[in-house]
Each structure stands twice: as C-alpha cells, then as structure tokens.
C-alpha cells in the first residue's frame, strides 16, 4: 500500500549544478521529480552534452512549465515551443534551448532520476 508523502523543492535531496543552469531533485515513492531552472542562453547541445556524451538528449520528460519558454527539437525535426502553463510529454531523442531573456522553470515528473548525469 502506498504512503502520503509531501516534500518541498525548497529543500531538495539533490541539487544538480550545470552551466546556466540548476535541478533540483525529491524523490516521491517511485518517481524522481525534478524542478529545473535554465538561464536565457541554456541550450542542451552546449551545456549539457559535453557532460552526458550522446548525440541528443536520451532521457524522457513528463513535464509543466512554470514560466519561461523553451523550445525543443526531435532528432526528425519536429519542433515544439513550450510556454507557462504548458504541459508536455518529450521523447528521448531532442535537442532544448531557452527562448527569450526570462529564466526558464519547469517541473519535470520523469526525467529527474537520470537528466544530465553521465551514462553509466
């Protein structure tokens, strides 16, 4: 049988630290969520696959944008701007990058076990 549980992202079990860029992780039963904080300029393909070594990003999203806006770009081209409010499932397989001079933050509820962290 499952538990109630309440955290808080103010207090997060882990603080991923990368450049333009912050996560912070709690984990809830079995799921990783993770609330992500990019600068203007944050672009995965720069500042994150330097880190985790593979072509795209290869971690699935479950997400809600907070505010900011970000757009994403499958490995076939599609392409998705996602704004405040917006909701979004992302396969593994894109490229990202903050739209505009507004901070970007979003909840994930997928990816956080797993997002910019090297491959094992």
């Known amino acids: 049988m499952s538990k109630m549980e309440r955290k808080t992202f103010d207090r997060?079990?882990?603080?991923?630290?990368?450049?333009k860029g912050k996560l912070d992780i709690v984990k809830l039963g079995d799921?990783?969520?993770?609330r992500a904080h990019f600068e203007p300029g944050?672009?995965?393909?720069?500042?994150?696959?330097?880190?985790?070594?593979?072509?795209?990003c290869e971690v699935a999203h479950?997400?809600?944008?907070?505010?900011?806006r970000m757009s994403v770009r499958m490995d076939d081209g599609t392409e998705v701007e996602f704004k405040?409010?917006?909701?979004?499932?992302?396969?593994p397989g894109h490229d990202a990058w903050i739209m505009g001079k507004e901070p970007f933050v979003g909840i994930?509820?997928?990816?956080g076990a797993t997002f910019a962290?090297?491959?094992k």
């Not at 997060?12 to 450049?19: A, G, N, S, V």
């Not at 994930?108 to 990816?111: A, K, L, S, T």
């Open 12 to 19: 997060p079990e882990e603080t991923r630290k990368i450049e």
């Open 31 to 34: 799921v990783t969520a993770m």
């Open 42 to 56: 944050w672009r995965w393909s720069e500042h994150v696959k330097p880190a985790v070594k593979t072509k795209s």
């Open 62 to 68: 479950l997400m809600h944008v907070v505010s900011g």
């Open 84 to 91: 405040p409010g917006d909701v979004g499932v992302i396969p």
């Open 108 to 111: 994930d509820f997928q990816g």
């Open 117 to 119: 962290t090297p491959k």
